[in-house]
């Protein structure tokens, strides 16, 4: 984890060193251990160092190439060392120093614009190329790493926060409304807009070139739709799952200190430990020192304490028990530091975990985020089943899950993938269900076309299954690139470089590729992963049906932030329904109280209105004086009151 910036005026002005600086320092939590800045006339490149790996000690970034003609600013760890470096010296291109950041930029060297194809792992960067006059700038496959930009045909502006763009004073702070629409109606589908109108993130697994000609996207990765992976037998998929787990967990081992590991005493984190504990004892990995944080929930049906007791039982591990605290008077702090949405309470109640690695010495965390991803299974195996005349597993599916779900949303969610698009269309039209949820304001809604935006999805592809095209659909959505960011954003406010093995595309390549019977099998979720990890986890943790939901985090955050009392004046009352809203707390209050897991679906809807109010109410401030007060007013005439005009046209 380090920050990044790149500026470049278009115009060939001269950039004035102070403001690159400034805006580099604005992120100077993500790299506490040093700052660096190349300028050269109207191009600037900035960074912000976290030393997290054995290299990174010998790293000084801008990192520039013997000519002088190339410069890079690098958040991110290369995975691949070994193979790259072969393959580089191959070519004949020998490295000077052995960093991630000369392993980089050799492969633009060797490879130019292709060169994200060869570099695994986690990374966002730009490339100043001197001899052809133009900045590259790459994002690794999911969006691990943030990279955000601006251009206004004057300046081209990027970095790894929102905050460093809305300091360069060209750039104006203004809503984009069409993606505030999105997040009020929890589906988040664009990966490339930010709440801000002007500013853009580059999508996972895209380049970016800025030159004479103009600006050039590109995507250099996908998931690979028509692999089907087939063996004859259980102990062959478990094999090759170990496989690719291991290197997955070893490469991410790389640490110049000790490193720490989430263990929620789930499935997934307690395969993560595992793994490393694996690697340790056979010294497959060096190991400078391993410790666990733990959430502890005493007392509460959401604590896992016997599941992560009994992990660190099996492996002898240190480890540390942390008490929630109360997370959500940070989340309008978060605000003002980033300038974005705030976490999601089941983020943010992980902050006290994260301050006590910290404290610990750890810069290095190992997570079992996208275990859920891409292993997971969820309501498409019924609809494969059906298409395939499976009749028997179909219906020991449905008895087995029915009283959980009830009839309606299996049947539901089993024939709608089945109906044509133009189906769902016209089923959406005579019930007036546009997919607009009602506490959105329905000028707002038509204003901004909510109802297109909701229904746009990625183009039609090949699917082999609808297992595989669930999938597929949730790693290019842009709810996948937003929380993949706010979990990043979350430990990098503590100086925590996050790594996650599940998402390791190698990994993500053979997921893509299983048959269901190996993600479900009867009962028992992600089969292929409890084959695979039958000597590396408890049998309680491995044949564990159970998972812990957090759904009472939220409830619990309404009204730490002032219950009712929070939707009584909404400013962004032009955007949703009051009435509405007022209505759907006071429902999920109600079932809340009552025990009600009814609840659980109205915090959701809630939370995205109460964190929309909140980001609008700190960044724009409409009522804490007559100035901001006369300038939202502005804002209201020139941009709202406008398009209601020209929606009616």
């Given at each position: 984890m380090s920050g990044i910036l790149a500026l470049w005026n278009l115009d060939g002005q001269p950039i004035d060193p102070r403001l690159p600086q400034r805006l580099t320092d604005v992120v100077a939590h993500r790299g506490p251990d040093g700052a660096g800045l190349w300028v050269h006339g109207a191009v600037a490149l900035g960074h912000r160092m976290l030393y997290s790996t054995p290299e990174s000690l010998q790293e000084k970034q801008p990192f520039r190439d013997e000519t002088g003609n190339l410069c890079l600013t690098l958040d991110g760890r290369v995975d691949n060392r070994t193979e790259l470096r072969s393959a580089l010296e191959e070519k004949g291109l020998m490295l000077r120093t052995g960093t991630d950041a000369e392993l980089v930029l050799r492969a633009y060297d060797c490879w130019g614009e292709d060169c994200p194809k060869h570099i695994l792992g986690d990374f966002a960067f730009v490339i100043w190329d001197g001899r052809n006059r133009r900045l590259f700038c790459a994002r690794d496959h999911v969006g691990a790493k943030p990279f955000y930009y601006y251009a206004d045909g004057h300046r081209f502006l990027c970095g790894s926060e929102l905050r460093q763009l809305l300091e360069h004073p060209a750039v104006r702070r203004e809503p984009n409304e069409g993606m505030v629409g999105e997040y009020l109606a929890c589906s988040i589908t664009s990966q490339e807009e930010t709440l801000y109108r002007g500013i853009f993130r580059l999508p996972p697994a895209h380049t970016l070139t800025v030159g004479p000609d103009g600006f050039q996207k590109k995507q250099y990765w996908n998931l690979d739709l028509l692999r089907e992976i087939r063996y004859r037998t259980d102990d062959a998929y478990a094999e090759h799952f170990s496989h690719l787990f291991r290197e997955a967990v070893r490469c991410r081992l790389r640490s110049h200190g000790p490193i720490g590991a989430e263990l929620s005493g789930g499935l997934d984190s307690s395969s993560v430990v595992g793994m490393a504990q694996s690697l340790f004892r056979e010294s497959a990995a060096p190991d400078y020192g391993f410790?666990?944080?733990?959430?502890?929930?005493?007392?509460?049906?959401?604590?896992?304490?016997?599941?992560?007791?009994?992990?660190?039982?099996?492996?002898?591990?240190?480890?540390?028990?942390?008490?929630?605290?109360?997370?959500?008077?940070?989340?309008?702090?978060?605000?003002?530091?980033?300038?974005?949405?705030?976490?999601?309470?089941?983020?943010?109640?992980?902050?006290?975990?994260?301050?006590?690695?910290?404290?610990?010495?750890?810069?290095?965390?190992?997570?079992?985020?996208?275990?859920?991803?891409?292993?997971?299974?969820?309501?498409?195996?019924?609809?494969?089943?059906?298409?395939?005349?499976?009749?028997?597993?179909?219906?020991?599916?449905?008895?087995?899950?029915?009283?959980?779900?009830?009839?309606?949303?299996?049947?539901?969610?089993?024939?709608?993938?089945?109906?044509?698009?133009?189906?769902?269309?016209?089923?959406?039209?005579?019930?007036?269900?546009?997919?607009?949820?009602?506490?959105?304001?329905?000028?707002?809604?038509?204003?901004?076309?909510?109802?297109?935006?909701?229904?746009?999805?990625?183009?039609?592809?090949?699917?082999?299954?609808?297992?595989?095209?669930?999938?597929?659909?949730?790693?290019?959505?842009?709810?996948?690139?937003?929380?993949?960011?706010?979990?990043?954003?979350?430990?990098?406010?503590?100086?925590?470089?996050?790594?996650?093995?599940?998402?390791?595309?190698?990994?993500?390549?053979?997921?893509?590729?299983?048959?269901?019977?190996?993600?479900?099998?009867?009962?028992?979720?992600?089969?292929?992963?409890?084959?695979?990890?039958?000597?590396?986890?408890?049998?309680?943790?491995?044949?564990?049906?159970?998972?812990?939901?957090?759904?009472?985090?939220?409830?619990?955050?309404?009204?730490?932030?002032?219950?009712?009392?929070?939707?009584?004046?909404?400013?962004?009352?032009?955007?949703?329904?009051?009435?509405?809203?007022?209505?759907?707390?006071?429902?999920?209050?109600?079932?809340?109280?009552?025990?009600?897991?009814?609840?659980?679906?109205?915090?959701?809807?809630?939370?995205?209105?109460?964190?929309?109010?909140?980001?609008?109410?700190?960044?724009f401030n409409p009522s804490s004086s007559a100035t901001e007060s006369s300038s939202y007013r502005s804002y209201l005439q020139n941009h709202v009151m406008t398009r209601q005009s020209e929606s009616t046209l």
């Open positions: 410790e666990t944080f733990s959430l502890v929930f005493p007392g509460l049906d959401c604590d896992e304490s016997i599941y992560i007791d009994d992990v660190r039982r099996l492996w002898g591990i240190t480890s540390s028990s942390v008490p929630p605290d109360n997370p959500h008077a940070s989340a309008m702090q978060q605000i003002q530091q980033h300038m974005d949405f705030p976490d999601y309470p089941n983020y943010s109640m992980f902050d006290p975990l994260l301050v006590a690695a910290r404290d610990r010495g750890i810069r290095v965390s190992l997570t079992g985020l996208g275990g859920d991803d891409w292993l997971g299974g969820g309501f498409p195996p019924y609809t494969d089943l059906l298409r395939e005349g499976h009749w028997l597993t179909l219906l020991r599916e449905i008895r087995q899950d029915v009283g959980d779900l009830g009839f309606r949303s299996i049947f539901k969610q089993m024939l709608a993938p089945l109906l044509p698009r133009r189906i769902h269309h016209a089923y959406a039209w005579a019930f007036k269900r546009n997919g607009v949820p009602p506490w959105i304001d329905a000028g707002f809604a038509r204003r901004v076309h909510l109802a297109e935006r909701l229904r746009e999805r990625p183009g039609e592809r090949p699917f082999k299954s609808y297992v595989q095209q669930d999938r597929f659909l949730l790693y290019r959505s842009g709810e996948q690139v937003h929380s993949n960011e706010m979990a990043e954003r979350s430990s990098s406010r503590f100086g925590i470089e996050s790594r996650h093995p599940f998402n390791d595309r190698r990994f993500m390549e053979f997921a893509i590729a299983l048959p269901q019977e190996q993600r479900r099998r009867g009962a028992h979720m992600k089969f292929v992963l409890r084959q695979a990890m039958r000597d590396l986890l408890p049998e309680t943790v491995r044949q564990r049906l159970t998972k812990a939901e957090f759904s009472h985090t939220f409830a619990q955050a309404f009204e730490s932030l002032g219950g009712e009392r929070l939707f009584r004046r909404l400013a962004t009352a032009t955007w949703v329904n009051s009435e509405q809203t007022r209505g759907l707390h006071r429902q999920m209050a109600h079932l809340y109280s009552q025990n009600d897991p009814g609840y659980k679906a109205l915090t959701w809807p809630l939370w995205m209105i109460v964190g929309i109010e909140s980001w609008f109410t700190r960044i």
